[in-house]
Every structure is written in C-alpha cells, then in structure tokens.
C-alpha cells in the first residue's frame, strides 16, 4: 500500500509518501509563487 500526504501551506507544500511494500519514504517540500494555482495534482502510475 502507498499513503500519500500533501500540505498546502502559504508558502510551501509538503509532500510524503510512504510505499508500506518496500519500505521508503520520500519527501518534498515545494516553494509556492505568489499566483500559483491549487488544488491540482496530478496522479502518476
């Protein structure tokens, strides 16, 4: 199973996930620009 957070901060978003299968997790953190849109992700396979 893969869990997935996201926190949308003003300004950074965090990201984690957690693959339980193998293991890992990884991190992001991501600086906002003033005007960047929210709410779009985008799901990858």
Known sequence: ??????????TFTDVVVIDEDKGTIELTKTLL??????????RHQ
């Open 1 to 10: 199973m893969v869990r997935l957070g996201i926190d949308v901060g003003g």
């Open 33 to 42: 620009c003033q005007g960047a849109q929210r709410g779009r992700y985008q």
